[in-house]
């Protein structure tokens, strides 16, 4: 919550979750498909715990099939770290990847070839 000569800004968690499964999904090779029930939940794999302007963020994702998955969550981090600061202003102490798992489906493309 930010104070200024207008007033109050809050920015809800869910704002802030938003902004960072979205930076999460800009990484190459993270799966950008979620379960009927994550959808049905409106649950996309992100807990945001905030305290004071102080983020910590978990995300739950999945790795496409041959992407190095340190590498990947390594990303993952920079830019989710990056969009939440950029866009909301606040400070993120964390961002905690938990790999679910590793996709193994094709793409489109690759089926029709095969």
């Known amino acids: ?3 200024n000569n207008c007033g ?3 920015i809800s968690n ?3 979750s938003t902004i960072a499964w979205i930076a999460a999904l800009e990484v190459e090779g993270v799966e950008s498909s979620q ?3 994550d959808k049905l939940l ?3 794999g992100v ?3 905030l305290e004071e302007e102080v983020v910590t963020v978990d995300i739950m994702v999945v790795v496409k099939f041959g992407f190095a998955i340190p590498d990947v969550a390594f990303k993952v981090q920079e830019n989710v770290k990056n969009a939440v600061e950029t866009m ?3 400070d993120v102490s964390q961002v905690n990847i938990h790999v ?4 193994f489906k094709k793409d489109k493309e690759e089926a029709k070839k095969n």
């Open 47 to 49: 807990k945001i715990q």
């Open 100 to 103: 679910q798992g590793v996709s």
């Open 35 to 37: 379960s009927i029930a």
């Open 1 to 3: 919550m930010e104070n």
């Open 88 to 90: 909301t202003g606040l």
């Open 42 to 44: 409106k649950n996309n």
């Open 8 to 10: 109050q800004i809050k």
């Open 14 to 16: 869910d704002v802030v």
